[in-house]
């Protein structure tokens, strides 16, 4: 399957240069994530926003016995800043709407995701969850505006 991501990659081309590039990109990584996701399972009826923030808000007990969901350092909000519960620093926010930053490297985004899944979920993300998950991240366009805590 990697080999496959790649090549997407290599075909869709990656760019961080104009302002908008990190949309751009994320649907791109959307694209490559279905791609995988029909290889896997054919019946993958496509990427869901929906589906992709209820993975986001979903609450799974860790190895430690606490509750954590991708939300708890990310915030509810994607467009917000978020906060790091075990270093308690900033994290900015993970839309690329409102953080051109982000989704900007595959490998970058591949490495997170390993990373953070196996963390919380215990095990990679599938590719429909990654799929959807971007897709949901896509929607998030508005800063919650509200003082700060
Ligand atoms: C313990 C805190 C924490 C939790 C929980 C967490 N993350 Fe993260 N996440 C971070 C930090 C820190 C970064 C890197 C910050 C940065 O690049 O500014 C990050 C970055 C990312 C990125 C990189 C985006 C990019 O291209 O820059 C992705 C994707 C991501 N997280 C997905 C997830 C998912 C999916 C979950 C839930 C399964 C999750 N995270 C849960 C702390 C967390």
């Known amino acids: 399957m990697k080999?496959?991501?790649?090549?997407?990659?290599?075909?869709?081309?990656?760019?961080?240069?104009?302002?908008?590039?990190?949309?751009?990109?994320?649907?791109?990584?959307?694209?490559?994530?279905?791609?995988?996701?029909?290889?896997e399972n054919k019946e993958f009826a496509g990427p869901s926003a929906e589906e992709g923030k209820a993975f986001f808000n979903n609450k799974v007990k860790t190895a430690n016995g606490k509750e954590v969901a991708c939300a708890s350092c990310h915030t509810a909000n994607p467009a917000d800043n978020g906060?790091?519960?075990?270093?308690?620093?900033?994290?900015?926010?993970?839309?690329?709407?409102?953080?051109?930053?982000?989704?900007?490297?595959?490998?970058?985004?591949?490495?997170?995701?390993?990373?953070?899944?196996?963390?919380?979920?215990?095990?990679?993300c599938t590719a429909a969850q990654k799929a959807n998950y971007i897709t949901y991240v896509l929607t998030e366009k508005t800063p919650t505006v509200k003082a700060k805590k």
């Open 3 to 39: 080999k496959l991501s790649i090549l997407l990659v290599a075909l869709l081309g990656f760019s961080a240069i104009s302002a908008h590039a990190s949309i751009a990109n994320a649907k791109k990584l959307v694209l490559i994530y279905h791609t995988q996701a029909i290889a």
């Open 83 to 124: 906060k790091n519960i075990v270093t308690g620093k900033v994290i900015k926010p993970l839309s690329p709407v409102v953080n051109t930053k982000r989704f900007s490297d595959f490998d970058k985004v591949e490495a997170k995701f390993s990373q953070h899944c196996v963390d919380i979920l215990g095990m990679d």
